[in-house]
């Protein structure tokens, strides 16, 4: 029975020898230009003769370089890879950019730029400037001896600052560059004009050693604090450590009602109060703290109408010790 003529056709015209020596031609140009093509990838190293080279990984034998090379691509220099794949630099708004630099700026305001998120955005982030300008107001107003004033303008510091991070999420302007200068408006207001205050608070009652020892600390932990905060995952619930903020507040409210201790006392509640904003003690949100029975507010209203020195102290106690508390309860249940 004759064969079928596709058959013959297959072992008579063969191409198979030809077709094999022909592609493993191909095969090496192709290594070739693979190699060349991912040089990026490459690691530099230096030639003994100092001259510098692109070492290529070589998969097949899991080093940098094979110990035998057969097409010569192992190592090529600079040169020779700029004459077979010419590079171009970027090309930016205005003219060429460094291949190690941004290709272009990173916007401000991310997301959609109308007219009316800029205004938003601009309205916020003068929020946030405006407790700057009043947080150096204060420390102009303590070197001029009006530590009252210096106070109510720390107290105006922490209005700002509490309204500028709401205007940002409720107009919906929020973003890292107003994230990261309402954390430089804070060290200015709460890290450094703070502690001017308290130390021209202190000035008379206290040696000048200790009060400056007092205050140093508490702009110390603030950065320390503010840096940390940052770079650190957030938490709905709770604060890692008093914020800045509050203990500014405290600090300025401690001022102005004039509490009736000696300043051996006060120094050692100004370091306190400065090693609470460095600890990783959980210590709840205003948030929360608003969220509780109407009827536990009646008590600091009461005592504050009797004597708001005694339930003022009584409520700073109880929120620093609150922390510890907190701490010891959740290493129970877990």
Known sequence: MPRAPWRRRRT??????????????????GTFARQVLLVRVGRR????????????????????????????????????????????????????????GPAMAIPLLPGERTMVRRIKFAVVNACTLASLTLGLL????????????AAY???ACVAFDGLDGALARKMGVASPFGAQMDSLADMCS?????????????VGSVSTAAAGVACALVAACAAIRLARFNVSPKDGRFFCGVPTTMAA???????????????????????????????????????????????????????????????FAILVVGYLVSGPLLWLRQRRTA
């Open 249 to 311: 507040a405290v600090l300025a409210l401690a001022v102005l009602i004039g509490l009736p201790v000696s300043g051996e006392v006060q120094v050692a509640g100004v370091g306190l109060l400065a090693f609470a904003m460095v600890s990783s003690f959980p210590y709840a949100k205003l948030a929360r703290l608003i969220k509780l029975p109407p009827w536990l507010w009646l008590a600091p209203v009461i005592g504050a109408l009797i004597d708001i020195r005694l339930t």
């Open 190 to 202: 709460f890290g450094l004009a703070a502690p001017v205050v308290v130390y021209a608070s202190l």
């Open 138 to 149: 204060a420390i102009f107003q303590a070197m001029h001896g009006d530590v009252r004033v």
């Open 12 to 29: 008579s015209d063969n191409p198979r020898p030809a077709g094999r020596r022909w592609a493993g031609r191909l095969r090496r140009s």
């Open 153 to 155: 303008c720390l107290i």
């Open 45 to 100: 190293d230096h030639d003994l003769d100092g001259a510098e080279t692109l070492v290529l990984p070589d998969r097949r034998y899991g080093t940098d370089t094979a110990p035998l090379d057969p097409y010569g691509v192992g190592r090529l220099t600079a040169a020779e890879i700029e004459a077979v794949v010419p590079v171009s630099p970027a090309v930016g708004p205005g003219g060429p950019v460094d291949a190690a």
